[in-house]
C-alpha cells in the first residue's frame, strides 16, 4: 500500500476501507465512517429533538464506539439528545467484572450519567449461579431472555425514550441467514428493522445506528481513536449454530465484502405474506407485569426453574406446545439423575 | 433421474400414465468451461445416449443449443465473444453469476421460441438451498421465491419453469441413480477445480453441505422459509433488463429515471446506465464488469454524475458502447423496455390523440 494515496484527499493512504476496498488516509477514514452513521441516522429519523436515550454498553468494541460516536454526532450536528449509558451486569466473574471498569472509564471520559442494573439485584441470581445449576448448554438462551428485560428495566429507571445498541451489519447480516436456516419468518421479518418496537407501546424502542457498518470499521475506528474498551468473547460457551453463520460471514466478506450489505438489503425486500406470520398478542405477565406473549413471560418461567431446581425443564416448555415432548424427555432424564443421587446417597 | 423418472410417467407400461409431449434441450456450456470442440461433441453425444428412449416408440426431440448462440451477429465469432465477455466480470463470483443468467436465458428464450408452455428441471432441494442462500448474498432476495416455487402459477411470457424434484435431496438422487444405474454424464462448471473459497457460489455450497451434515433439516428447512415468502408478481413487463427479474419498487422507479433521462442519440448503455435499468443484484455484477477493483460502485452512485470506470471510458473514446460487449438479449431487452415506456405514456395521454381516420 506504500505509496499510495487517498482516494479523497491525495493524500498518503493508511489504510483499506473494509466495506469498499477504497485506499483512504486515517482522516477521511474518520469522516466517512462518521458521516455514514450520521445518514443512517438521519434518513432513518431514529431521534426527535429532546428525547433521552440510552446507549446499551457492555464495554465491548461496538458499544465503545457507539458511544464515543453518538456524543460526537450529538455535539456536531446539535441532535438535542440527552444521552445515558445502561450497563447489565450478568454476574460472570472474569468476564463482565472486567468489562463494566470499561464502561466507567468511558462514563468519565463522555460525561455521560450511567446505570447499571445486575441480574442479581433484579432476579436474585447471577449467571455464574445459573451456569453452575444448568451446566452451559442452554445459558445463553437463559441470559438471552433475562438481558432483554433488565434492558427495558433499565430504561424504566432512567425515563428514556428509545434506547440505541451497537448491533452491527454482520450481525444484523449473520442473523438473517439464521432466521432463514431456522425458518424463523416472524424474527426475519423483525431483524432488519432499524427500529424495533411495540406498537402497544410495551417497550422501549431500540434503534440499531450501526445497522450498515462494518464490524472491521468499528475495530478500526476504536483502533485508530485509541479507544478504550473490553474484548474478551463471553467465557460462556457461544451458540454453537450461530458460529457457523457468523464464519460463514466472515468468508464471504473475504470473497466479496459487499456481501454483508447486500444480505440486508435483501432481507429489506422480502415480501411476507401476513397469513403465515403468527401475530403476537402482547399482554402483561401476571407474575411481574413485564410485556409478554404468554400469560407467564419467559424469564418468571425461568425463574420459577432455577428456584425450584428444574430449571433445563424450563427452557422446553417456554418454548410452548411443540417443545412439550422433548420437555418430558429432559424431565424422565432428570428423574433418572435425581434417582442416581439418592442412589449415590444411599451408598454413603 | 428426471429422464428416468418422466421415460417412467409415460411408459405404456406405468401403473400411472400421462401423456404429453415433451423434448430434451441441451443447454452446451462447453464454449464457457474452456472445453475443445471434440470434447463438446463428445459430451452432447453422451447425453443424448443417455436421453435416448429406453422405450422404443417414444417420440422425443433432443435439442442442443450451444450458449454462445446468445452472441450470434454476423461475421462475429460468437465463441470469443462469449469468452470475452465472461472473462470480463473480473471476479469469480460474478463470472459464475454471468454464466448462470446466460444459462437461464438460454432455457426460456428456447421454450418461448419453440413454443414450449413448461420447462421442467433436475433442480433438487440441495440445489435449490444454496440457490437461495447464493442469492440472498447478492442482494436478489425479493426474487428468491420465484427460484423455489413447485408449480409457479406465474409465467416467464407464458413459460413455467416445474421442478418436480424438489424435495429430494442430492443425496437421494445418487442413491435413486446408483439403484436404477443411471450414470450421470459429468459437465465441468466455471468453478470446477477452484477452491473452495474462491467465490460465493462455492462458499454457500461448501457451508450448506456441511451443515446439513451436522443438521439434516438444514436443506428443507431453509425452502420452507422461501415457501412462506410472498411471490413477487411477475405480470409486470418491466424487468431487469440484464437477468430478467422482477423489480422492487425503488428498482422500477430507478430504471423509470433511466428510460425517461434518454434522449434521442444517446449512447444507450454506459455502464451507469445500464446498472440503472437492471436489478441490485445485476448492479452489483456489473460493478466487477473489466474492473477488478470495484472502484465504479454503480450501486452508491444515485446521481447522473457518469462515475464510470477506466474501462468504459476507454470504449467511449474508442466510439463503441458497452452493449456490443453483452449478450444480444440485453439490447433487445433495452429496446423493448423503451418501447414499453413509450407505449405506456402514449396510453397515458391517448384520450387527447386524435387517431387518423
Known amino acids: ?37 450520521h445518514e443512517t441516522i438521519t434518513s432513518s429519523n431514529l431521534f426527535s429533538r429532546g428525547e433521552r436515550v440510552a446507549i446499551a454498553a457492555s464495554g465491548g468494541k461496538d458499544s465503545t464506539v457507539l458511544a464515543h460516536i453518538m456524543k460526537v454526532l450529538n455535539d456536531r450536528h446539535d441532535y438535542g439528545l440527552e444521552l445515558f449509558l445502561l450497563s447489565i451486569d450478568e454476574g460472570i466473574t472474569g468476564y463482565r467484572d472486567d468489562s463494566l471498569e470499561s464502561v466507567k472509564r468511558n462514563k468519565e471520559e463522555y460525561q455521560l450519567p450511567l446505570e ?6 433484579l432476579y436474585g441470581w447471577t449467571m455464574d449461579a445459573i451456569v453452575a445449576q444448568i451446566g452451559m448448554k442452554n ?75 462494518y464490524e472491521k470499521e468499528i ?122 443421587v439418592s442412589i449415590l446417597n444411599a451408598d454413603w | 433421474m428426471l429422464n428416468h423418472l418422466m421415460q417412467e410417467i409415460v411408459s405404456p407400461h406405468s401403473y400411472r400414465t400421462i401423456s404429453f409431449f415433451w423434448s430434451v434441450l441441451y443447454i452446451d456450456i462447453g464454449a464457457a468451461v474452456g472445453l475443445s470442440e471434440e470434447e463438446r461433441l463428445e459430451r452432447a453425444g453422451q447425453v443424448r445416449d443417455q436421453f435416448a428412449s429406453r422405450e422404443h416408440g417414444s417420440q422425443k426431440e433432443f435439442y442442443i443449443m450451444p450458449l454462445e448462440y446468445a452472441f ?32 437461464q436465458t438460454a432455457i426460456l428464450n428456447f421454450a418461448q421460441e419453440n413454443n414450449f408452455s413448461n420447462v421442467i428441471t433436475a433442480e433438487s432441494a440441495s440445489n435449490l438451498s444454496i440457490r437461495v442462500i447464493t442469492e440472498i448474498c447478492k442482494g436478489r432476495g425479493f426474487n ?96 431487469c433488463v440484464v437477468c430478467n427479474s422482477v423489480l422492487t419498487r425503488d428498482e422500477r422507479r430507478s430504471q423509470e429515471e433511466a428510460v425517461n433521462g434518454l434522449h434521442t442519440g444517446d449512447d444507450l448503455t454506459n455502464l451507469q446506465r445500464l446498472g440503472k435499468m437492471s436489478c441490485y443484484g445485476c448492479c452489483r455484477e456489473l460493478d466487477f464488469f473489466k474492473s ?9 452512485s444515485k446521481d447522473d454524475a457518469p462515475q464510470q470506470n477506466k474501462f468504459v471510458s476507454e470504449r467511449i473514446a474508442e466510439g463503441k458502447t458497452i452493449l456490443e460487449d453483452f449478450p444480444i438479449y440485453v439490447n433487445d431487452n433495452i429496446h423493448k423496455l423503451i418501447r414499453m415506456s413509450r407505449e405506456q405514456v402514449k396510453e397515458s395521454i391517448s384520450e387527447y390523440l386524435i387517431e387518423d381516420q
Open chain 1, 1 to 37: 500500500m506504500n505509496g499510495k494515496s487517498c482516494v479523497r484527499c491525495g493524500n498518503k493512504a493508511q489504510l483499506k476501507r473494509p466495506k469498499t476496498g477504497e485506499l483512504i488516509c486515517k482522516e477521511c477514514f474518520f469522516v466517512v465512517f462518521e458521516t455514514e452513521v
Open chain 1, 116 to 121: 447499571i442494573v445486575s441480574y442479581e439485584q
Open chain 1, 139 to 213: 445459558n445463553c438462551t437463559f441470559c438471552g431472555v433475562f438481558r432483554r428485560q433488565a434492558l427495558d428495566r433499565g430504561c424504566e429507571l432512567l425515563k428514556v425514550d428509545k434506547m440505541v445498541t451497537g448491533h452491527n451489519a454482520d450481525d444484523v447480516a449473520e442473523t438473517v441467514l439464521m432466521n432463514v436456516l431456522r425458518g424463523d419468518i416472524a424474527r426475519l421479518q423483525r431483524c432488519v428493522a432499524i427500529v424495533t418496537h411495540d406498537e402497544s407501546g410495551g417497550y422501549i424502542p431500540r434503534a440499531k445506528p450501526f445497522k450498515y457498518t
Open chain 1, 219 to 340: 475495530v478500526m475506528y476504536a483502533y485508530f481513536k485509541k479507544l478504550d474498551y473490553f474484548s474478551t468473547e463471553c467465557i460462556y460457551s457461544p451458540n454453537a449454530y450461530r458460529g457457523f453463520a457468523r464464519e460463514l460471514i466472515k468468508d464471504l466478506e473475504r470473497v466479496r465484502p459487499q456481501c454483508i450489505v447486500d444480505i440486508i438489503r435483501s432481507a429489506e425486500t422480502f415480501q411476507f405474506d401476513t397469513v403465515n406470520i403468527r401475530k403476537q398478542v402482547i399482554s402483561r405477565c401476571e407474575k411481574c407485569a413485564y410485556i409478554s406473549s404468554q400469560k407467564i413471560c419467559r424469564a418468571c418461567v425461568f425463574l420459577e426453574g432455577l428456584n425450584s431446581g428444574k430449571a433445563k425443564l424450563s427452557v422446553f416448555e417456554s418454548e410452548g406446545k411443540t417443545q412439550k415432548s422433548k420437555a418430558r424427555r429432559v424431565e424422565e432424564e432428570e428423574k433418572v439423575e435425581r434417582s442416581k
Open chain 2, 72 to 103: 450470434r451477429n454476423d461475421g462475429e465469432n460468437c465463441v470469443e465473444k462469449m469468452q470475452d465477455y465472461l472473462n470480463s466480470f473480473k471476479q469469480l463470483s460474478a463470472r459464475e453469476d454471468a454464466l448462470r443468467q446466460l444459462v
Open chain 2, 144 to 239: 428468491i421465491p420465484l427460484i423455489t416455487s413447485y408449480d409457479d402459477s406465474s409465467t416467464h411470457e407464458g413459460v413455467r419453469i416445474l421442478r418436480p424434484l424438489k424435495d429430494k435431496l442430492a443425496k437421494e438422487i445418487a442413491f435413486y441413480n446408483a439403484v436404477e444405474k443411471l450414470k450421470p454424464v459429468f459437465i465441468p462448471d466455471i468453478t470446477t477445480g477452484t477452491p473452495l473459497k474462491s467465490s460465493v457460489d462455492r462458499l454457500v455450497e461448501e457451508f450448506i453441505s456441511s451443515l446439513q451434515a451436522n443438521f439434516p433439516s438444514t436443506v428443507h428447512a431453509i425452502l420452507r422459509t422461501t415457501e412462506k415468502l410472498k411471490v413477487p408478481n411477475m405480470q409486470t413487463v418491466f424487468n
Open chain 2, 292 to 300: 477488478s477493483e470495484n472502484c465504479s460502485n454503480l450501486l452508491s
